[in-house]
Nanobody, 121 residues
Framework: VQLQASGGGLVQAGGSLRLSCSAS????????TGWFRQSPGKERDVVAV????????YYADSVKGRFTISRDNAKNTVYLQMNSLKPEDTAVYYC???????????????WGQGTQVTVSS
């Protein structure tokens, strides 16, 4: 499975960005795809995850009500709509695919390249 992330950038606090993660290859072998983020000196933390079948989602408490994850099964693409962005959302965002709706990054076997999101105050 190959994952291609895009959509990062620089935005002011309160602004919005949308990230995209396109999957290719043996995508039928994964059950969920999601987003993690990592700031310098910190661990890679879950942001949001969605199951391909059924669309069940998981969100980190810090983004609930501000971020929305969605998927387009026909395009094998997962989106992360990020609204009301805060400076503390600044990080490298990674998309990942795995076997379930997990918050632990170690349970994901496939990773895309990171995309930088920077929120200025």
């Amino acid at each position: 499975v190959q994952l291609q992330a895009s959509g990062g950038g620089l935005v002011q606090a309160g602004g919005s960005l949308r990230l995209s993660c396109s999957a290719s290859g043996r995508t039928y072998s994964t059950y969920a795809t999601g987003w993690f983020r990592q700031s310098p000196g910190k661990e890679r933390d879950v942001v949001a995850v969605i199951r391909w079948i059924g669309g069940r989602t998981y969100y980190a408490d810090s983004v609930k009500g501000r971020f929305t994850i969605s998927r387009d099964n026909a395009k094998n693409t997962v989106y992360l709509q990020m609204n009301s962005l805060k400076p503390e959302d600044t990080a490298v965002y990674y998309c990942a695919a795995g076997g379930g709706l997990y918050s632990d990054s170690h349970r994901y076997g496939y990773w895309g390249q990171g995309t930088q999101v920077t929120v200025s105050s």
